[in-house]
């Protein structure tokens, strides 16, 4: 191997305990896929995407993944939303070229990995950005007897479906995807009846199990981490804002369970309608602004009408406050993301909840730079997986494709990088035993492994947000 310093070396290694894979990367002047001919990419991808007769480029070149969405529409209902991405999907570019499904393979004694992605419909601006960071993967990582078969989903059920026995009948050992949990269960019964692994990009825990596992975010995870370090500095007594749907139900079912190992308490919860443009009543609610304001009423007419100068002094203090007492909490979880928390952020103060008394809690939603911009959520506590690998990861896709990243690119990435080095055993590469060893795997959001039970566990750091980037004060664990 050329190891000169226009190269770039990848390596995958086990630690000294043999149980925990490690995806390290040795970075040079160039990306050594900078210099593969047409035709002869690592992985076969380019059997995939014909070559562009028109101009040939390097992925360092490329200005978005090379596939776009089909001009036909797609029947059914359009599939929901994930939750608090919209800013961040509407930053995406949109594909400039149509996407076309790739015939039937042939037979081949390669391994062959099967990709699920929204290549069109509602979630298409994700399933590119997450079918760049595959590349990516595969270019780092795949030997030359190592395939992905990419399929559209169209972002529905029943796409999904079809896609998945279009893998399975191309010869897929091992699905990564689709996105959305409605998708995964779609794909599911006919992956179990192939006996063919499926890890799926959602956050829904009811989906998994044999044979089925998924890579998603857990909000109960991250309300354990978060809340276990604010019980360590002191706090005892909690509050809860979040939208009343499946995902607040799930932070609000982990804040009790926590706090009830720990012997605190929740003294007050707020659940509002997700497709609410208002939080007036919530957050005056949550703060007992009423009842404090009408103390502050009350003390104040009790000084109305006295000239002596102490309580001429009182009276003038207490106009100067909106009420009296503090709130009957000492942390605040608000379980949103974007533009909701943004608003509901800036109505903190407004009804007298000092973040300086307060300390204002959040969930991985929060992990997005630039939210100390409202100073009511500078210096909250949020968990998240560590950022400093993801760090790194945005930065060369933005190189690579002159495109923000999404959020969830890393997963595809971190997936994908699974699949190649799993597939690396010839005899049955993705068996329970190996996708679910021990000591896991460290990808670009930080250690990870599969439970028995198809649930992801993550190691997760403690993040305060800052008035640009969030900075760790509690470290993520190196090893599960």
């Given at each position: 191997m050329d190891k000169s310093p226009n190269?770039?070396?990848?390596n995958i290694k086990l630690d000294k305990c043999g149980k925990t894979l490690v995806f390290a990367m040795v970075i040079g002047a160039a990306l050594a896929l900078s210099a593969c001919a047409p035709g002869q990419v690592s992985g076969k991808f380019s059997d995939l995407f014909p070559e562009d007769k028109t101009k040939q480029q390097t992925p360092e070149q490329t200005t978005q993944p090379q596939t776009t969405r089909p001009t036909q529409t797609v029947p059914g209902a359009r599939p929901p939303q994930l939750p608090s991405l919209e800013d961040l999907l509407a930053r995406m570019p949109r594909p400039d070229r149509e996407f076309k499904m790739p015939p039937p393979l042939p037979a081949s004694d390669s391994i062959r990995v099967g990709l699920l992605l929204p290549l069109s419909g509602a979630n298409e601006?994700?399933?590119?950005?997450?079918?760049g960071a595959a590349q990516m993967a595969l270019f780092d990582f795949a030997p030359d007897n190592f395939e992905?078969?990419?399929?559209?989903?169209?972002?529905?059920p029943e796409g999904a479906a079809a896609a998945a026995g279009l893998a399975i009948g191309d010869g897929a050992r091992a699905i990564i995807g689709p996105l959305l949990s409605s998708s995964v269960s779609a794909v599911a019964p006919q992956a179990r009846a192939a006996n063919v692994p499926v890890i799926g990009f959602s956050s829904n825990r009811r989906i998994v199990g044999n044979g089925i596992y998924t890579m998603g975010f857990f909000p109960e995870d991250e309300v354990r981490r978060v809340v276990q370090y604010a019980l360590t500095r002191g706090h005892k007594s909690f509050a809860l804002l979040a939208p009343d749907d499946p995902y607040g139900a799930a932070v609000a079912n982990a804040l009790d369970r926590v706090t009830s190992e720990y012997d605190a308490?929740?003294?007050?919860?707020?659940?509002?309608?997700?497709?609410?443009?208002?939080?007036?009543?919530?957050?005056?609610?949550?703060?007992?602004?009423?009842?404090?304001?009408?103390?502050?009423?009350?003390m104040q007419d009790q000084?109305?009408?006295l000239e002596d100068e102490e309580s001429v002094q009182e009276l003038e203090r207490l106009k100067k406050v909106q009420t009296i007492g503090d709130p009957p909490f000492d942390a605040l979880l608000v379980?949103?993301?974007?533009?909701?928390?943004?608003e509901i952020a800036a109505l903190l103060p407004f009804y007298d909840v000092d973040p300086a008394k307060v300390k204002i809690l959040g969930t991985g939603l929060w992990d997005e730079p630039s939210l100390g911009a409202e100073p009511a959520l500078l210096n909250g506590w949020f968990a998240a997986p560590d950022p400093k690998g993801r760090t790194?990861?945005?930065?060369?896709?933005?190189?690579?494709?002159?495109?923000?990243p999404h959020r969830l690119t890393t997963l595809a990435y971190d997936a994908l990088a699974v699949a190649i080095v799993l597939s690396r055993e010839t005899q049955n590469p993705f068996a329970a035993e190996r996708l679910t060893q021990s000591g896991g795997f460290i990808g670009r959001d930080g250690v990870f492994r599969f439970r028995q039970d198809g649930l992801v566990e993550r190691g997760l750091a403690v993040l305060r947000v800052g008035k640009k980037d969030p900075t760790t004060i509690s470290p993520a664990?190196?090893?599960?």
């Open positions: 190269n770039k070396q990848t601006r994700v399933g590119h950005a997450m079918l992905i078969i990419i399929r559209d989903t169209k972002g529905t308490f929740v003294v007050a919860r707020e659940l509002y309608d997700p497709s609410t443009t208002d939080f007036s009543k919530v957050v005056r609610n949550i703060a007992n602004y009423d009842i404090r304001h009408a103390k502050l009423i009350e000084y109305v009408g379980a949103d993301g974007d533009k909701r928390l943004i790194e990861f945005f930065a060369r896709y933005k190189r690579m494709f002159s495109a923000q664990p190196s090893k599960l």
